[in-house]
């Protein structure tokens, strides 16, 4: 009759503030879950009146999960048996577990207890506050759960790792290395538990549907063989329905990486791409519109010459003026000196803008990509895609029903032939220049992975976040995202990962030389403009010297001409003198 009194005065107190209350017996506790919405936490009132309730309460709790709710327990008996349960409780009695929320009153004390399990065999207990009738519950610690039980009292955790993982390495004395290493090292020192490694995996953990099992590390945990995973994981639903995430400890843009072309610098089509369309057609329009203006001064002038040969002569001005080449003759009039003086001044613009752009051309080092996209790499279909063996990329093509991923599925080599290792992969790639590899960028800037050959990246739009693994419903799980939250907000986690240093020295590896295979193709052009030049110039040759040898022979034949000509006119001259003197003669004798 006490007991109803007393659970009825609770259920009075309770509903003007907002509690929708329910009386049950220990016995209906399980029963009691399913009728409460797992988005609301529900809070149990828990009387506890003599040893007998303490059996009870402990039985029903063996097969619920303390985490799932928030407890006020309330001991409202003395000692029995000579045993105080209350603040000495034997054991875990209650199967509390870490991110177990139970306050706990013993009789008419004032004092409430936080009660909580690190190692599941012992039950912990911190003061929390004072709770008094006139001046209601008052805080004695940190309000925060976390910044509360922030000690796991040397808990050892049993973890499971993923070989030749970019982000972590266990060396030769068993310590941990790497980025992922050195943030758990440090969550060692602030929680203070210790790792177990019991085992290390060759792959990440797909699921196979066949047999119904989980593969590598997730499935390690899955089974119950490991506590934590400290390997890059990449977050995928399926993934969350097995095992629960850290916080994302990197944010990585997915590339598709194939070997570096041997052939790459400007197309023949780049020696256009320093200017738009419409710059090459008005200089283009300038060019014919000088030339015929030039040849109206010229004929306007007086100019005796024909319309062909002004119309050459005048293109051949203005193509040696952006050819930065200098004039013959510079000439006298007004006129003309402002036409040509205008032409090369925007000869002199248009040099130095389109030396400009090559420049940048060349300083870019601009590589021939086959294709740019996802798209443009089935569409291209001369590549063979890996992955790796074994991890969510795989995941993501074969279980996937999109029409792009079934097409990257078809150009993906077999099961057993992809690579365990991310390194692996870049090594087949730098053997086999038509295979293509579908990973993270940060795997590439990863100190363990050292990559033998020069490669090029596609971006394919997609963002992976990568973290470490916990068994399902894992009682550290809050604390330890609780602490990785704080290495962020303090500036912690850029220490570990390193990523200043990083970022500078790629800064140093993107600014290279220009080689000698960047300007292959200008090369060419040049030697083209050489012999053509060459050849224009024996032909030239050729030609002045077959029309000098027919002017020589014109020239032979007209003195030959002239001189029959005058020996007949001297002879002529002769024979008149001759007949005037004999005529003279005849003249005397008569």
């Known amino acids: 009759m006490k007991m109803a009194t007393t659970v009825f005065k609770w259920t009075r107190a309770l509903s003007p503030e907002g509690f929708t209350t329910s009386n049950l017996y220990f016995s209906e506790l399980c029963e009691s879950s399913y009728y409460v919405e797992r988005i609301v936490r529900p809070h149990y009132v828990v009387v506890i009146s003599d040893y007998n309730a303490i059996n009870e309460f402990s039985l029903a709790t063996s097969t619920f999960d303390m985490s799932f709710a928030a407890w006020l327990v309330i001991f409202v008996y003395e000692k029995e048996y000579g045993f105080d349960y209350c603040h000495n409780p034997p054991g875990n009695i209650f199967h ?218 005048s293109f051949l001005d203005i193509w040696g003026i952006f050819c930065q080449q200098g004039l013959a003759d510079f000439p006298n009039r007004t006129s003309f000196r402002i036409a040509y003086f205008s032409m090369i001044l925007l000869a002199a613009v248009l040099s130095a803008a389109y030396s400009a752009a090559l420049i940048s051309f060349l300083a870019s080092a601009t590589t021939v990509l086959p294709f740019r996209s996802l798209e443009g790499f089935v569409a291209d279909g001369s590549y063979k895609l890996i992955v790796v063996r074994g991890s969510a990329d795989y995941d993501l093509f074969v279980n996937s029903e999109h029409t792009l991923a079934k097409k990257l599925t078809k150009l993906m080599l077999e099961h057993e032939k992809l690579p365990l290792t991310v390194l692996e992969g870049f090594k087949r790639i730098c053997k086999n220049p038509k295979l293509a590899i579908y990973a993270p960028d940060e795997v590439e800037r990863s100190e363990f992975v050292k990559i033998p050959c020069n490669l090029i990246y596609v971006e394919t739009g997609k963002v992976d976040s990568l973290a470490m693994i916990l068994s399902k419903n894992n009682p550290f799980t809050d604390v330890i995202n609780f602490h990785l939250q704080k290495f962020i907000n303090n500036g912690m986690m850029d220490r570990l990962t390193d990523r200043t240093f990083k970022e500078e020295s790629n800064d140093e590896i993107n600014h290279q030389p220009v080689r000698i295979t960047s300007i292959i193709s200008l090369i060419f052009f040049i030697l083209i403009g050489i012999v053509l030049s060459t050849c224009i110039l024996i032909i030239e040759k050729c030609f002045f010297v077959h029309k000098s040898k027919k002017k020589t022979m014109l020239d032979l034949i007209s003195l030959k001409t002239s001189s029959v000509y005058c020996i007949k006119r001297n002879k002529n001259v002769k024979n008149i003198a001759k007949y005037y003197t004999n005529r003279k003669c005849v003249d005397v004798k008569y």
């Not at 991110?99 to 065999?121: A, H, K, P």
């Open 96 to 313: 509390l577990k870490f991110n177990t929320q139970m306050l706990v009153r013993c009789g008419m004390e004032n004092v409430l207890r936080e009660w909580y399990s690190i190692d599941l065999n012992r039950t912990e207990i911190d003061d929390v506050a004072t709770w008094r009738i006139e001046k209601g519950i008052i805080k004695i610690i940190p309000h925060v759960l976390h910044d509360r039980r922030y000690n796991l009292q040397g808990l050892i955790m049993r973890a499971v790792i993923v070989k030749n993982s970019p982000f972590v390495k266990v060396n030769k004395d068993g310590r941990l290395d790497g980025m992922f290493g050195r943030i758990l090292k440090e969550l060692c020192v602030t929680l203070n538990f210790s790792l177990k490694i019991v085992s290390e995996v060759e792959e990440y953990g797909t699921w196979n549907s066949k047999e119904k099992t989980w593969s590598g590390a997730v499935g390690e945990l899955y089974a119950g063989r490991a506590d934590i995973s400290i390997s890059d994981f990449s977050i995928t639903s399926a993934r969350l329905n097995v095992v629960d995430f850290t916080l994302p400890l990197l944010l990585s843009k997915n590339y598709i990486y194939i070997q570096k072309p041997q052939i790459f610098a400007i197309k023949w089509s780049s020696y256009f791409l320093a200017f738009s369309n419409s710059v090459w057609i008005s200089i283009f329009g300038i060019s014919v519109c000088a030339t015929m203006l030039l040849v109206f001064f010229k004929i306007k002038y007086g100019s005796e010459s024909k319309i062909g040969y002004l119309l050459s002569d």
